[in-house]
């Protein structure tokens, strides 16, 4: 017997509402995309990111000098990703 999306889901407003957080891989280039429009093609070449869990963003960078820049820059790509993502998802990014 096949049954309706109706009786599969009692709230389907709610369902149909619910926000999913995007993929790591999304997180992913769209890091990379703002770290080349900040820093250009050679910056974003420093920069890979590694891990994405829980709203932090774990990257490894190709020295301290490129460390450093993108740890005084963080706020400001954090805020851009979030632009392109439509929402808050990014809150932090650590250095690895």
Same mark, same amino acid.
């Given at each position: 017997?096949?049954?309706?999306? #109706?009786?599969? &889901? =009692?709230?389907?407003?709610?369902?149909? =509402?619910? %926000? /999913?957080?995007?993929?790591? %891989? /999304?997180?992913?280039?769209?890091?990379?995309?703002? &770290?080349?429009?900040?820093? +250009?093609?050679? +910056? $974003?070449?420093?920069? !890979?990111?590694?891990?994405?869990? $829980? #709203? /932090? !963003?774990? @990257? =490894? $960078?190709?020295?301290?000098?490129?460390?450093?820049? !993108?740890? /005084?820059?963080?706020?400001?790509? &954090?805020?851009? @990703?979030?632009?392109?993502? +439509?929402?808050?998802? &990014?809150?932090? @990014?650590?250095?690895?």
């Amino acid at each position: 017997m096949i049954k309706s999306f #109706g009786a599969l &889901v =009692k709230n389907k407003q709610a369902y149909l =509402k619910k %926000e /999913t957080a995007p993929e790591k %891989e /999304t997180v992913f280039f769209l890091f990379k995309e703002v &770290v080349r429009a900040e820093f +250009g093609l050679i +910056g $974003a070449e420093k920069f !890979l990111p590694n891990y994405f869990s $829980a #709203g /932090t !963003l774990f @990257i =490894k $960078a190709q020295n301290s000098l490129w460390a450093a820049e !993108l740890w /005084t820059n963080r706020n400001l790509i &954090v805020r851009k @990703i979030n632009e392109k993502i +439509g929402s808050s998802v &990014v809150k932090e @990014i650590k250095m690895k």
